[in-house]
């Protein structure tokens, strides 16, 4: 694999805010941009980017803004709107001297990979979207009313909304008790994380086989320096999103696009996931969908899980459009 495989990072300047940015693979290649989601960081595309590499790609993967080595915009939830994320993107597209990329996204960073597709298909050559499929816009009611109608208070989204109750339940955890028990649930059902106390600090929480203690060591370093406000900036500015995204209401995807998720994922167990994924509702939406792959046996961080897999997955469908 030579000196391909070999992962350097640098920082780059977008849109006034300072992206670190991890990459790997042959300069001039065409370009795959890997969106992580939370909490994450660009870390989670260490299986991929090699082999991305080896395959002839160029792998870019960013700590998105308020992650990590990034720089978080400092004004508030009210820019880490889709628009001002996709905004960030395509500058950042831009600065890599990219006409159209492949872009991959998890968690997240397939919601924001979506609104890229969205709002900026030319830019964009195929997508593969991980574990979250498109969510339609709902004119009708917001997207944290509608989850909260479903399944309460506590439902993670809803917790995450109000500033300070749920960065304090963190901080009285502790960034790696808190990290294991994201990266250890594998409850096919909502996600609740109570503000008023989700576990105790005395909590032992087993990591799963493929994550390893020196990968916790790196998360937890980088979520001990940042906090996770940032990742939370994303969920509070749910609202704003929505209100900004009026126009686009009932538009398709024109992007080719791949879609996989793993059938213990709580996104694919979420009310009414499964049907709107496998009965027509998502290919509605995105025209250009390929067959959606669910994968057994598997939980939400698909990418870090079953890394040959997906690598293969992603590899196997963008080199239809190069
Ligand atoms: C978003 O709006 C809902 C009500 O529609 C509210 O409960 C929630 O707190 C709001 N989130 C933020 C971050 O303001």
Redesign the pocket.
């Given at each position: 694999m030579a000196s391909d495989g070999v992962i350097t990072h640098r920082s780059v300047e977008v849109n006034g805010v300072r992206l670190h940015v991890a990459e790997a693979g042959p300069a001039g290649a065409p370009v795959v941009l890997l969106l992580h989601g939370f909490p994450e960081l660009w870390y989670t595309w260490r299986h991929q980017m090699p082999a991305l590499a080896a395959a002839g790609y160029r792998a870019v993967a960013p700590d998105m803004p308020g992650y990590g080595d990034s720089e978080a915009p400092s004004a508030g939830?009210d820019q880490y709107t889709a628009l001002h994320i996709v905004g960030d993107l395509v500058a950042l597209i831009d600065s890599l001297g990219q006409e159209r990329v492949f872009v991959v996204g998890h968690d997240w960073g397939a919601i924001i990979a979506w609104s890229l597709c969205l709002f900026r298909p030319d830019r964009v050559k195929a997508l593969v979207a991980l574990s979250v499929p498109f969510i339609p816009r709902s004119p009708a009611v917001?997207p944290?009313?509608a989850v909260?109608a479903l399944y309460g208070d506590d439902f993670y989204i809803?917790s995450f909304?109000?500033?300070g109750a749920i960065e304090a339940e963190f901080k009285r955890l502790g960034t790696e008790l808190v990290l294991r028990k994201f990266f250890a649930d594998r409850t096919p059902g909502p996600l609740f994380i109570q503000k008023s106390g989700w576990g105790s600090p005395d909590d032992e929480v087993p990591l799963p086989s493929w994550i390893t203690e020196e990968d916790l060591k790196y998360y937890t370093t980088q979520f001990d320096k940042s906090g996770f406000t940032g990742g939370f900036n994303y969920?509070?500015?749910?609202?704003k999103t929505w209100e900004l995204t009026s126009p686009w209401t009932g538009a398709e995807i024109m992007v080719p696009t791949k879609f996989t998720v793993g059938n213990l994922d709580l996104t694919y167990n979420i009310a009414g996931a499964k049907v709107f994924i496998n009965k027509g509702g998502l290919k509605k939406f995105v025209p250009l969908l390929d067959d959606v792959v669910i994968m057994k046996d598997v939980g939400h961080f698909i990418n870090e899980e079953k890394p040959e897999e997906i690598s293969a997955l992603i590899i196997g469908f963008i080199k239809k459009f190069n």
């Open positions: 939830p917001k944290v009313d909260r809803c909304q109000e500033p969920y509070r500015a749910l609202n």
